[in-house]
């Protein structure tokens, strides 16, 4: 039997309202990945409108997860879709690698730092 990877979708837009449904489009995607990936999604966050130095409440809510222990696999569909500053991404994205939780992008693959 195959090892069950649970995985945590995250969504984002640079606007502040979703007035056309990219936020479900972009979930719609990333749980279709998850099923080709044979990734169980157990949960899910999202974000409108763009961080700067701080975080958003969407990546708070990860973190959170994270440190729980709720998922191995987090899918976004860009690293752009981290809306932080570079800086900022590359910590977050270095934080979850150190909870052993691997980055994953239907657009980029395997993400690493």
């Known amino acids: 039997m195959?090892?069950?990877?649970?995985?945590?979708i995250y969504c984002s837009i640079d606007a502040p309202e979703d007035v056309h449904g990219i936020l479900k489009g972009q979930y719609e995607q990333l749980e279709n990945y998850a099923a080709q990936m044979r990734f169980t999604v157990?949960?899910?966050?999202?974000?409108?409108?763009?961080?700067l130095k701080?975080?958003?409440?969407?990546l708070l809510s990860v973190l959170e997860s994270a440190k729980a222990g709720a998922f191995q696999i987090f899918l976004v569909e860009s690293i752009s879709r981290i809306k932080v500053d570079a800086e900022t991404a590359s910590a977050f994205i270095k934080e979850l690698m150190s909870?052993?939780?691997?980055?994953?992008?239907?657009?980029?693959?395997?993400?690493?730092?």
Do not use: C, H
């Not at 157990?42 to 961080?51: E, P």
């Open 2 to 8: 195959d090892d069950i990877k649970n995985a945590w």
């Open 42 to 51: 157990v949960g899910s966050s999202q974000d409108l409108g763009r961080g």
């Open 54 to 58: 701080s975080m958003l409440p969407g």
């Open 99 to 113: 909870y052993g939780i691997t980055v994953f992008s239907p657009l980029e693959g395997k993400i690493s730092i």
